[in-house]
């Protein structure tokens, strides 16, 4: 969750990505990279920077000695090791994770970094930029209570380090005793950007956690614990930012699936670069779920019962399902047909069903035959969004995730088709303009600067363009054909950024920051480094 200053000349560090080729533009081509990599292997552990990093290495070098120097300056003692795990930009599946669907992102280059030593009896954690992000001070007891009234920077890692313990007792093995732990951190993933930044923090603490404790576990086992351990900072996360943060690889898109946690390759077509850009727009997840995301959660779960109900299931079995997907079988068995195998059919069956407008609270709970405070006993993040919320968007909220779940799988069988490069990106960006069209009017999850960033986006050549991740501002992401990219930037930060120059709100120097072309990049590492 923690964007800090970068080091002298580690600008270039931001779009450069590892084990891909660069052109004489200076864009970035991806080519596959020929190691698998699956749930079930454990977390990759590297003696340099290299393999991470790539062309970027010595850039980063110099990030990780700063990170050193701090770590020395504040404890006396270098770090025993450190963690690191990237942002990830989603290029299309949004808000469709917590409802059990597969989504297609990439790891970015931009990480948070964790240093690390086992010593003391707190968990004392830091970061190099001091001013914006005060050290905090925690028990080693894995059972304390996150203060989600007080939201801190601290409470992603105490999430992190509560995680990691509450998996293993899950598994039923043995946890290490508490120990004291000093930490470190340094992030580049922009905060309230939709990158994932929280995602970031929480799995390099726990991969730090893990190192120091002598903790192994796979790479699933990590992204499900830490999708889970978001929850204590008052976000309800679905698994895709963690998934992909974990099982980046250089080069390499990733569809990811749900329930057990499951990544498949997909080569993105020859040529397609993809640019964020911020729009400086804020919204941090955590600070503003029980009106936006957490908000869109229980609505779906609502509209999930709500149409159970309505497809002939009793109010009980209703009361037990918990997501759109599970409605599925019901959709297929009412509607059956050609559309059945399509999202047509559930398309259909919501426009059928589901009323125009708002449920108010009193309405949702007759047709449930229940309290929504009691559906919902133990669970304070929903709990907080039925105090605060005394009505429901359920129609244009389901339309959006089945509509949108279709376009995963249709982006993978575009990259994977045999069609011509100029047809596949065509084909992408029409899936990217529609997601985007979704996420604006059906899930309203955009907001008025990324709606104008997207419509610059487009005026200067993007074949395609959308928000990426939660939205309510945050980035955008556009397929930007690679020999186009630099006046792709060019245009857009004149007619974007340049009214932010003059305000005040940035400067040229920040621009790096603001928008750069990535490729798939590296996931979740340890580092034992001699720096």
């Not at 040529?271 to 727009?281: C, Q």
């Not at 309505?310 to 997907?325: D, H, I, P, Q, W």
């Not at 019901?330 to 399509?342: D, H, Q, R």
């Amino acid at each position: 969750m923690i964007a800090s200053a970068l080091p002298p000349a580690a600008a270039s560090w931001l779009v450069q990505v590892p084990v891909a080729a660069s052109s004489p533009s200076g864009a970035l081509r991806s080519h596959p990279v020929p190691v698998a990599m699956s749930a079930g292997d454990p977390i990759n552990v590297y003696d340099d920077l290299a393999p991470v990093y790539g062309d970027a290495t010595e850039a980063a070098r110099r990030r990780y000695e700063t990170i050193k120097a701090a770590f020395e300056q504040r404890f006396g003692a270098a770090p025993d090791a450190f963690a690191r795990s990237p942002g990830r930009v989603n290029l299309i599946g949004e808000h469709i994770d917590y409802e059990g669907y597969g989504v297609l992102p990439m790891a970015l280059a931009v990480d948070t970094v964790v240093a690390v030593r086992k010593a003391g009896d707190q968990l004392v954690v830091c970061n190099v930029d001091a001013d914006k992000y005060p050290e905090k001070v925690f028990s080693v007891d894995p059972a304390q209570e996150v203060d989600v009234g007080k939201h801190n920077w601290g409470n992603y890692f105490l999430a992190a380090y509560k995680g990691v313990f509450e998996h293993l007792t899950a598994k039923g093995e043995a946890a290490p005793a508490p120990a004291g732990l000093q930490v470190m951190i340094h992030g580049t993933v922009p905060t309230g950007g939709g990158l994932s930044s929280s995602a970031a923090i929480v799995c390099a603490s726990a991969l730090a956690v893990m190192r120091m404790r002598g903790i192994e576990l796979t790479k699933g086992e990590v992204s499900e614990f830490t999708a889970k351990a978001e929850r204590y900072v008052g976000v309800t996360s679905g698994g895709m930012d963690q998934a992909i943060s974990i099982m980046g690889m250089p080069g390499i898109a990733k569809l990811v699936e749900f329930n057990p946690v499951r990544a498949s390759d997909v080569a993105l077509p020859e040529g397609a670069v993809f640019v964020v850009a911020n729009s400086l727009a804020v919204s941090n997840k955590a600070e503003s779920a029980t009106k936006h995301y957490n908000l869109r959660v229980v609505e779906c779960r609502l509209a999930a019962g709500v149409l159970a109900v309505l497809l002939g299931e009793s109010k009980e079995s209703a009361r037990k399902v918990l997501t759109l997907k599970e409605v599925e079988p019901l959709i297929e068995a009412k509607y059956s047909g050609p559309k059945a195998s399509t999202s047509g059919a559930q398309t259909a069956a919501v426009e059928e069903l589901l009323h125009e407008g708002a449920y108010e609270t009193a309405e949702v709970e007759e047709l449930l035959g229940a309290n929504l405070t009691d559906l919902y006993e133990g669970n304070a993040s929903a709990l907080r969004v039925l105090a605060a919320n005394g009505s429901f968007e359920l129609r244009n909220r389901a339309l959006h995730v089945y509509a949108e779940k279709q376009r995963v799988p249709d982006f993978r069988d575009v990259c994977n088709s045999g069609a011509s490069v100029e047809e596949k990106l065509a084909k992408l960006g029409k899936l990217m303009d529609e997601s985007h069209a979704s996420c604006r009017d059906l899930y309203e999850c955009s907001s008025a600067e990324l709606d104008a960033l997207v419509q610059i986006n487009k005026a200067a050549g993007a074949i395609g363009s959308r928000l990426t991740g939660a939205g309510w501002g945050g980035c955008t992401v556009s397929l930007v054909r690679e020999g186009e990219v630099e006046g792709f930037i060019e245009k857009v930060k004149k007619d974007y950024f340049k009214g932010l120059i003059e305000a005040g709100r940035i400067t040229e120097d920040d621009l790096p920051q603001c928008i750069f072309a990535s490729k798939p990049a590296s996931g979740g590492a340890v580092l034992t480094l001699k720096l």
